[in-house]
């Protein structure tokens, strides 16, 4: 069957393929029996040598040998009094050389419906019933084309000579006719159709309103870490955003282009308080953990500056803070406890920021779910922080049977909510790669004839319609856009409409403002999503930083950088990056939990405690840049019955210091005893580890120390004893053999003489002290 169909498309070019000339109804007369005839004989000697052909053809036949490309059609919508030029190139695809050759121009029949439209892009072959005559006088001669080698084409025209007579938009197909060796007779080799949308004048009817949105988003590139200096130094993850914003560079190149365009700005605050952090000093986080100095910037000074520039006199709508994933949020998140919570404060956010960077009051009663795809329970969480406004887009809230017709955007969904609905042809209209012009030129070429084909459907009726492009557009993307809105600057059927002004126009009747139920959303999306894990991390961290603020004395120098950060984790931007978006929130909580750590109880040694009672001490060092309060430092005894301690102590502490707290102790018995410090915040909550050290208890009791003292009195009077002993006989007489009868030291053995007075010898007595009976003071303060 594939053999068959290539014998009918060989036939179909010989006879019916690229005539220089068109015959006369006459000659077309009295050529049909012959050409019938010729039929049937060459049908016949086709099929039955069908059998012998090879299964497949090595190279493209027929008009598929040549392929052509459209680079630049220009005035992209001609009027009458234009002269129209249309440049590209051939390719000699196949592997015989082509002759005789030249490219032409053919204009096709008017198209009737949006889906014609459609159509266009993705024909292929050549059709002589609708894509018409060549237009005579109008060809250029193309040298000898060897296989592989290309040749570019410029063809010039005034407008007039296409013969149009109706507005509307018509097929220009642009094809090289020529010679093969094994074909040597003039046909179509090779066709490109492009369109045209004509309309030279206003026309009678109503022009269309057309809002267009431009994006100003980008990705994260601020981490959550700061260098630990008193300026806070910000670190990004790369320093790609310099690359954007140079000139030449994407977000460079979307402000210079949508300075002079009717548009409405669609910014995320995240990026103006990004590059506004590159106006002054920042590091560049290295893959070894290091860090290096950005050089961004002047860069980043002059991209403010111009966006500045080109924001004046124009709407300018905020999204919340880090463009949230509002899906991710509403199928994921909301039953995360807390998780929604962080919308209200990025919408707020959103507003002080661009109105302080950029000096303009922004709009932030729009949200934007990520490509326009909504339903009831995303509508709920974009509407939960005060957006009432939700764009969507019609491929999402379609309209009932498929209709054609094109309604206008603005839908009232109840609840007092507005869905402002994009027209999905449009929006997805520059989504390829532009890079190639043949691409980007049909892109405009088809975003001007749908506009006009919108127009067309219900001229009388004066519709709004949105166009809500990708979010962010590539260099060329952009320049495409550009290129398309400047086709329509002469207002024929169109007219620029900001945004809000579109929430205010009257909907249609019959538009669909049924949201469609969760079950509806694409799954090429959901399964895009940030997972329910990225919540619960965020979640984490917003806990840890909850209860890290409230030791702090300067907590913005927290709660900004790491609140930012938080809303940064739930970016659309980190869609179809799951890892990237894991390892992102993994190091925003390390980098927290190491920064409540320099907050922390200095490691004890065990330590003995002698006496009754004493003091410990116990050290907590702050490593911090600022000082801390509100916390207490308590210790616990594993045995009180042992060893008893006093319950807490404030702490305050100056940044870089450290601060060594006395605890009063009491003995009660001997032994080891476990005590455990700790910190509390000043709601209760345990900040840090414990901290667990060993006390050994050596205490005295007084019976103890009565018993010495006894021990240590008699030993003093036997010494005094023997000292007068030995003192007396030194002195007694010579004969005598001991003292007198009846004494030790004097005559009544009492130490006096017989008169009752002291005795010489025993007049000085050594006074010992008296053995005390009080509790022995406070022992010695226990050291680390």
């Given at each position: 069957m594939a053999e068959a169909a290539d014998f009918r498309e060989r036939f179909q070019e010989t006879f019916q393929g690229t005539p220089q000339e068109t015959p006369s109804a006459p000659a077309r007369r009295r050529s049909r029996p012959l050409a019938v005839l010729l039929t049937g004989v060459l049908f016949f000697l086709g099929l039955t040598q069908l059998p012998a052909a090879p299964k497949a053809h090595a190279e493209p036949i027929g008009s598929r040998t040549v392929g052509v490309s459209v680079d630049s059609l220009t005035p992209a919508a001609p009027t009458q009094g234009d002269k129209i030029t249309v440049s590209g190139t051939v390719t000699n695809n196949g592997r015989s050389v082509i002759t005789g050759a030249h490219v032409g121009l053919r204009v096709g029949s008017l198209l009737s419906t949006r889906s014609d439209i459609d159509d266009i892009a993705g024909r292929t072959g050549y059709s002589p019933s609708s894509d018409g005559g060549e237009l005579s006088g109008h060809t250029q001669k193309i040298d000898k084309l060897a296989p592989g080698v290309s040749r570019e084409f410029s063809l010039s025209l005034p407008a007039k000579d296409l013969g149009l007579d109706k507005d509307g938009v018509y097929p220009l197909g642009v094809t090289l006719s020529g010679q093969t060796a094994d074909q040597q007779y003039d046909r179509v080799l090779g066709i490109k159709r492009t369109l045209l949308p004509w309309q030279p004048s206003s026309g009678e009817g109503k022009k269309t309103q057309l809002t267009f949105l431009w994006p100003l988003i980008s990705s994260t590139h601020l981490t959550g870490h700061t260098e630990p200096d008193q300026q806070q130094t910000p670190i990004f993850r790369n320093d790609d955003l310099t690359a954007e914003l140079a000139p030449g560079g994407r977000l460079q190149q979307l402000v210079a282009l949508g300075k002079d365009l009717p548009v409405t700005w669609v910014v995320d605050p995240d990026l103006l308080a990004t590059a506004e952090a590159m106006t002054k000093s920042y590091h560049v986080a290295g893959p070894d953990g290091t860090t290096t100095q950005g050089h961004g910037q002047v860069i980043a000074k002059q991209w403010l500056s111009q966006l500045q520039n080109a924001v004046a006199g124009h709407e300018v709508v905020a999204l919340p803070f880090g463009d949230p994933d509002l899906a991710s949020l509403a199928h994921r998140g909301k039953d995360v406890p807390g998780a929604l919570g962080h919308l209200q404060p990025a919408t707020e956010l959103a507003a002080t920021t661009v109105d302080t960077i950029l000096g303009v009051k922004p709009r932030t009663d729009f949200s934007w779910p990520v490509d326009g795809a909504v339903d009831s329970s995303i509508v709920d969480v974009a509407t939960s922080a005060g957006a009432h406004n939700v764009i969507a887009r019609s491929d999402s809230l379609r309209e009932p049977g498929g209709s054609p017709y094109a309604p206008t955007a603005a839908r009232q969904i109840g609840g007092g909510n507005t869905a402002v609905v994009a027209d999905a042809r449009l929006s997805?209209?520059?989504?390829?790669?532009?890079?190639?012009?043949?691409?980007?030129?049909?892109?405009?070429?088809?975003?001007?004839?749908?506009?006009?084909?919108?127009?067309?459907?219900?001229?009388?009726?004066?519709?709004?319609?949105?166009?809500?492009?990708?979010?962010?557009?590539?260099?060329?993307?952009?320049?495409?856009?550009?290129?398309?809105?400047?086709?329509?600057?002469?207002?024929?059927?169109?007219?620029?409409?900001?945004?809000?002004?579109?929430?205010?126009?009257?909907?249609?009747?019959?538009?669909?403002?049924?949201?469609?139920?969760?079950?509806?959303?694409?799954?090429?999306?959901?399964?895009?999503?940030?997972?329910?894990?990225?919540?619960?991390?965020?979640q984490v961290t917003q806990t840890t930083l909850d209860r890290f603020k409230t030791i702090l004395t300067s907590q913005d120098r927290a709660v900004t950088p790491f609140g930012n950060t938080i809303m940064r984790e739930m970016s659309s931007s980190w869609r179809g990056d799951a890892g990237g978006g894991a390892a992102f929130r993994g190091g925003v909580q390390s980098y927290l939990d190491d920064l409540t750590k320099k907050v922390q109880l200095v490691k004890k040694s065990d330590a003995t405690l002698s006496g009754r009672s004493a003091t410990i001490p116990v050290t907590v060092r702050n490593g911090l840049l600022q000082g801390i309060t509100g916390l207490r430092l308590e210790l616990e005894s594993s045995q009180p019955n042992r060893l008893s301690v006093d319950k807490s102590q404030p702490i305050k502490i100056e940044g870089g210091h450290s601060q060594t707290v006395k605890f009063e102790t009491r003995a009660y018995a001997n032994g080891p005893v476990k005590v455990t410090a700790r910190l509390y915040t000043a709601d209760n909550q345990q900040y840090g580890q414990d901290m667990t050290f060993t006390v050994q208890v050596t205490s005295i009791t007084p019976i103890v120390l009565l018993v010495i003292a006894v021990g240590v009195l008699l030993l003093v009077l036997a010494g005094l004893r023997i000292y007068l002993k030995r003192k007396r006989s030194g002195t007694r007489p010579a004969g005598n053999d001991g003292p007198p009868a009846g004494s030790e030291g004097g005559p009544d053995g009492d130490g006096n003489g017989d008169d009752g007075k002291p005795g010489r010898d025993g007049a000085h007595t050594m006074d010992t002290g008296t053995p005390s009976g009080e509790q022995s003071g406070p022992g010695e303060k226990v050291e680390h």
């Amino acid at each position: 069957m594939a053999e068959a169909a290539d014998f009918r498309e060989r036939f179909q070019e010989t006879f019916q393929g690229t005539p220089q000339e068109t015959p006369s109804a006459p000659a077309r007369r009295r050529s049909r029996p012959l050409a019938v005839l010729l039929t049937g004989v060459l049908f016949f000697l086709g099929l039955t040598q069908l059998p012998a052909a090879p299964k497949a053809h090595a190279e493209p036949i027929g008009s598929r040998t040549v392929g052509v490309s459209v680079d630049s059609l220009t005035p992209a919508a001609p009027t009458q009094g234009d002269k129209i030029t249309v440049s590209g190139t051939v390719t000699n695809n196949g592997r015989s050389v082509i002759t005789g050759a030249h490219v032409g121009l053919r204009v096709g029949s008017l198209l009737s419906t949006r889906s014609d439209i459609d159509d266009i892009a993705g024909r292929t072959g050549y059709s002589p019933s609708s894509d018409g005559g060549e237009l005579s006088g109008h060809t250029q001669k193309i040298d000898k084309l060897a296989p592989g080698v290309s040749r570019e084409f410029s063809l010039s025209l005034p407008a007039k000579d296409l013969g149009l007579d109706k507005d509307g938009v018509y097929p220009l197909g642009v094809t090289l006719s020529g010679q093969t060796a094994d074909q040597q007779y003039d046909r179509v080799l090779g066709i490109k159709r492009t369109l045209l949308p004509w309309q030279p004048s206003s026309g009678e009817g109503k022009k269309t309103q057309l809002t267009f949105l431009w994006p100003l988003i980008s990705s994260t590139h601020l981490t959550g870490h700061t260098e630990p200096d008193q300026q806070q130094t910000p670190i990004f993850r790369n320093d790609d955003l310099t690359a954007e914003l140079a000139p030449g560079g994407r977000l460079q190149q979307l402000v210079a282009l949508g300075k002079d365009l009717p548009v409405t700005w669609v910014v995320d605050p995240d990026l103006l308080a990004t590059a506004e952090a590159m106006t002054k000093s920042y590091h560049v986080a290295g893959p070894d953990g290091t860090t290096t100095q950005g050089h961004g910037q002047v860069i980043a000074k002059q991209w403010l500056s111009q966006l500045q520039n080109a924001v004046a006199g124009h709407e300018v709508v905020a999204l919340p803070f880090g463009d949230p994933d509002l899906a991710s949020l509403a199928h994921r998140g909301k039953d995360v406890p807390g998780a929604l919570g962080h919308l209200q404060p990025a919408t707020e956010l959103a507003a002080t920021t661009v109105d302080t960077i950029l000096g303009v009051k922004p709009r932030t009663d729009f949200s934007w779910p990520v490509d326009g795809a909504v339903d009831s329970s995303i509508v709920d969480v974009a509407t939960s922080a005060g957006a009432h406004n939700v764009i969507a887009r019609s491929d999402s809230l379609r309209e009932p049977g498929g209709s054609p017709y094109a309604p206008t955007a603005a839908r009232q969904i109840g609840g007092g909510n507005t869905a402002v609905v994009a027209d999905a042809r449009l929006s997805t209209a520059f989504q390829g790669d532009m890079t190639r012009a043949g691409d980007a030129s049909l892109a405009v070429q088809q975003f001007l004839a749908q506009s006009l084909m919108i127009n067309k459907q219900a001229p009388e009726n004066e519709r709004s319609i949105v166009v809500a492009p990708q979010r962010m557009p590539t260099t060329s993307q952009a320049q495409t856009m550009a290129a398309a809105l400047r086709g329509l600057s002469d207002g024929r059927w169109t007219q620029p409409l900001e945004l809000g002004d579109a929430t205010k126009t009257k909907p249609d009747p019959a538009a669909n403002q049924q949201v469609p139920g969760p079950g509806s959303y694409p799954a090429a999306l959901r399964a895009q999503e940030l997972p329910s894990q990225a919540f619960q991390d965020i979640q984490v961290t917003q806990t840890t930083l909850d209860r890290f603020k409230t030791i702090l004395t300067s907590q913005d120098r927290a709660v900004t950088p790491f609140g930012n950060t938080i809303m940064r984790e739930m970016s659309s931007s980190w869609r179809g990056d799951a890892g990237g978006g894991a390892a992102f929130r993994g190091g925003v909580q390390s980098y927290l939990d190491d920064l409540t750590k320099k907050v922390q109880l200095v490691k004890k040694s065990d330590a003995t405690l002698s006496g009754r009672s004493a003091t410990i001490p116990v050290t907590v060092r702050n490593g911090l840049l600022q000082g801390i309060t509100g916390l207490r430092l308590e210790l616990e005894s594993s045995q009180p019955n042992r060893l008893s301690v006093d319950k807490s102590q404030p702490i305050k502490i100056e940044g870089g210091h450290s601060q060594t707290v006395k605890f009063e102790t009491r003995a009660y018995a001997n032994g080891p005893v476990k005590v455990t410090a700790r910190l509390y915040t000043a709601d209760n909550q345990q900040y840090g580890q414990d901290m667990t050290f060993t006390v050994q208890v050596t205490s005295i009791t007084p019976i103890v120390l009565l018993v010495i003292a006894v021990g240590v009195l008699l030993l003093v009077l036997a010494g005094l004893r023997i000292y007068l002993k030995r003192k007396r006989s030194g002195t007694r007489p010579a004969g005598n053999d001991g003292p007198p009868a009846g004494s030790e030291g004097g005559p009544d053995g009492d130490g006096n003489g017989d008169d009752g007075k002291p005795g010489r010898d025993g007049a000085h007595t050594m006074d010992t002290g008296t053995p005390s009976g009080e509790q022995s003071g406070p022992g010695e303060k226990v050291e680390h």
